[in-house]
């Protein structure tokens, strides 16, 4: 089973452009959990700490935001629902 999620509007917006400029440009374009380990990699998305689908009110707001690869930022998200079996 494939598990598509929905893209936000607002990531179409001038105003998401210019917030995610800003937060690379602030870490330098580098992905922060890959600096955890010495490693510089270069930033391709923002990752919400505090998911947007659940704090709408966090989604331009910098503390919220880190610059991650994209195989860095699937790590944080489960990718496919689970299933559970009843025994």
């Known amino acids: ?3 598509y999620k929905t ?4 990531l ?3 105003k998401w452009e210019k917030f995610r400029d800003k937060i690379l440009r602030k ?3 580098l992905c922060q959990e890959s600096l955890r380990y010495g490693i510089s990699e270069s ?3 923002i990752h919400h700490i505090y998911p947007v689908s659940e704090y709408p009110e966090l989604e331009f707001v910098e503390w919220n935001c880190l610059p991650l ?3 860095k ?3 944080f998200h489960v990718l496919e629902p689970f299933e559970t079996t009843q025994l």
């Open 1 to 3: 089973m494939t598990y």
């Open 7 to 10: 893209v936000r509007q607002s």
């Open 12 to 14: 179409k917006s001038k």
């Open 27 to 29: 870490y330098d374009y």
């Open 43 to 45: 930033a391709e998305m």
């Open 69 to 71: 690869t994209n195989k």
């Open 73 to 75: 930022h699937n790590t």
